[in-house]
């Protein structure tokens, strides 16, 4: 069952090598911050 804080981590040829998850916070929340996390990678 997914959750909203948890996100695949995909490499620049689709490939996926981890993901990152937070939770804690209402899944609003937690898919924001989430979704922040990959774009600090450059996902």
């Keep these: 069952m997914p959750f909203p804080g948890g996100l695949p981590i995909f490499d620049r040829d ?3 090598v981890g993901a990152i998850g937070v939770s804690g916070g ?11 996390g990959l774009a600090a990678l450059g996902n």
């Excluded at 209402?26 to 922040?36: F, K």
């Design 14 to 16: 689709g490939n996926l």
């Design 26 to 36: 209402a899944p609003s929340q937690d898919l924001e911050i989430a979704q922040a």
